[in-house]
């Protein structure tokens, strides 16, 4: 399988935005359900975002501030971050599941790319 490579991390101020982006190394990504986790020092990996073919689900924590999005087929997945806060902060994840379909759950993903950190000053 590709190996998903993120972007677009960095340090921003509260209230500041951000776009990551992802792509697969070699090829375009699959139209597979694709997925933005996140993990904050010391805590577990967290859902943030799903996309599939069209459709997009969002954890409530992100809900009206993020929004993941694809083009089309030939096109990274992205997911801009809006109203950036402190509790933002934290290493994002790009991820491909092997299925259609939202899906949110750390299992339902099997190709992880190595993450992108995202630093919210407040």
């Known amino acids: 399988q590709a190996q998903l490579v993120e972007s677009g991390g960095g340090l921003v101020q509260a209230g500041g935005s951000l776009r990551l982006s992802c792509a697969a190394s070699?090829?375009?990504?699959?139209?597979?359900?694709m997925g933005w986790f996140r993990q904050a020092p010391g805590k577990e990996r967290e859902f943030v975002a799903a996309?599939?073919?069209?459709?997009?689900a969002y954890a409530d924590s992100v809900k009206g501030r993020f929004t993941i999005s694809r083009d089309n087929a030939l096109n990274p997945l992205y997911l801009q971050m809006n109203s950036l806060k402190p509790e933002d902060t934290a290493v994002y994840y790009c991820?491909?599941?092997?299925?259609?379909?939202?899906?949110?759950?750390?299992?339902?993903?099997?190709?992880w790319g190595q993450g992108t950190q995202v630093t919210v000053s407040s």
């Open positions: 991820a491909e599941a092997k299925t259609f379909g939202i899906v949110t759950g750390i299992t339902d993903y099997n190709n």
């Open positions: 070699g090829r375009t990504l699959s139209l597979y359900t």
């Open positions: 996309w599939s073919l069209g459709s997009t």
